[in-house]
């Protein structure tokens, strides 16, 4: 199976911020990435999917960015809303991994 | 707009058989291109894969819960089903169902239910 990380796994940081999380997967998945935000018992709520493309109705602060092994979801100005749990997926595999999730919350 | 919602027992007997259903509306599972899938969450721990189905009856599963897992599909009632045998009490979890495509990711989510399993 393939495996995927997430660094770091939490972060604090302050409305405004700039925020960047890393996934990893331990083998090539090409552009088969997708990200997601989940805040407490909620749903998840997909984000980014082919590791750059804006969900619709997801607003522009977020983007995505990497292929390969590599991806980055990047939240240019955090707002209020943002805090949540974001988790990496592949879906290049038909054996579909999440990623340990981030969490993010106020510094 | 495609909505999930699950439906099934919220308490579950030590071996007994979890089985969950999720019935879609504003969709039809038949239309093709979307896998259907069950994802499940431990309380305060990350999201793991189940297992999804085509609506053709194609399943792919995760290979840690192949042995006790089956999806099934009716595309007459626009429902999917999941059904985990043998259950413990690592069982317990919030299990969602959600639309998932390769390219595009899993669109539509279920609310999620919670399964508890204790006797």
């Known amino acids: 199976d393939i495996q995927m990380t997430q660094s770091p796994s939490s972060l604090s940081a302050s409305v405004g911020d700039r925020v960047t999380i890393t996934c990893r997967a331990s083998?090539?998945?090409?552009?088969?990435l997708n990200w997601y935000q989940q805040k407490p018992g909620k749903a998840p709520k997909l984000l980014i999917y082919?590791?750059?493309s804006l969900q619709s109705g997801v607003p522009s602060r977020f983007s995505g960015s990497g292929s390969g092994t590599d991806f980055t979801l990047t939240i240019s100005s955090l707002q209020p809303e943002d805090f949540a749990t974001y988790y990496c997926?592949?879906?290049?595999?038909?054996?579909?991994?999440f990623g340990p999730g981030t969490k993010v919350d106020i510094k | 707009q495609v909505q999930l919602q699950e439906s099934g027992p919220g308490l579950v007997k030590p071996s007994q058989t979890l089985s969950l259903t999720c019935t879609v509306s504003?969709?039809?599972?038949?239309?093709?291109?979307?896998?259907w899938s069950w994802i499940r969450q431990h309380p305060g721990k990350g999201l793991e894969w189940i297992g999804y189905?085509?609506?053709?009856?194609?399943?792919y599963y995760n290979p840690s819960l192949k042995s006790r897992v089956t999806i099934s599909v009716d595309t007459s009632k626009n429902q999917f089903s999941l059904k985990l045998s043998s259950v413990t009490a690592a069982d317990t979890a919030v299990y969602y169902c959600?639309?998932?495509?390769?390219?595009?990711?899993?669109?539509?989510w279920g609310q999620g239910t919670l399964v508890t399993v204790s006797s």
């Open positions: 997926q592949q879906s290049y595999s038909t054996r579909l991994t």
């Open positions: 083998q090539s998945i090409s552009s088969y």
């Open positions: 189905i085509y609506y053709s009856g194609s399943t």
């Open positions: 959600a639309r998932a495509n390769y390219s595009s990711g899993s669109d539509y």
């Open positions: 504003g969709g039809s599972i038949s239309s093709g291109g979307y896998y």
């Open positions: 082919a590791a750059s």
